[in-house]
């Protein structure tokens, strides 16, 4: 059980460290939501075990990394996460591709509310770049969720 918690542990920061690792500006702009991806794959997989608590917890360290106003992330990432922790039966019988599609939107509600929020306490102005990490997510969506289900099996995370 303990291996368990550590392998989902790993996971979650290795998606952490991919979210803020420095990239070019001109490929930053599509850099996938790797922390969604994984909490949404294990919100799917283990909604007991991962869940809004955990969601909420790592989007606090993702405003301390960023140096954005506390809970900005927190509150992004546990509506998606709450709809995955919800819904984890229905999306468990979808296609990859439906379920590509369906992490497509997360995440733009994602990116949708983390502009929200911002525009309430910086008015910032909105960009069509908010919205570029959608598509690279729907893209990278199906060999995350492989990689994942893989591991996963082989370590017998339950």
Known sequence: ???NSTFIFTSIMIGLVLQIIPMPA????????WLLLILCYWAMAL???VSVGIAGLTGVILDLLYGTALGVHSFALAIP???VATNYQRMRNQSILQLALTVGVLSFVYHLLIYWLQFWLTSIEFRIEFLWPSISSVLIWPWMFWLLRKFRRKFGVS
């Open 1 to 3: 059980m303990k291996g």
């Open 26 to 33: 001109q490929a930053d702009v599509y850099r996938p939501d």
């Open 47 to 49: 909604p007991n075990r």
């Open 81 to 83: 996460i709450f709809i």
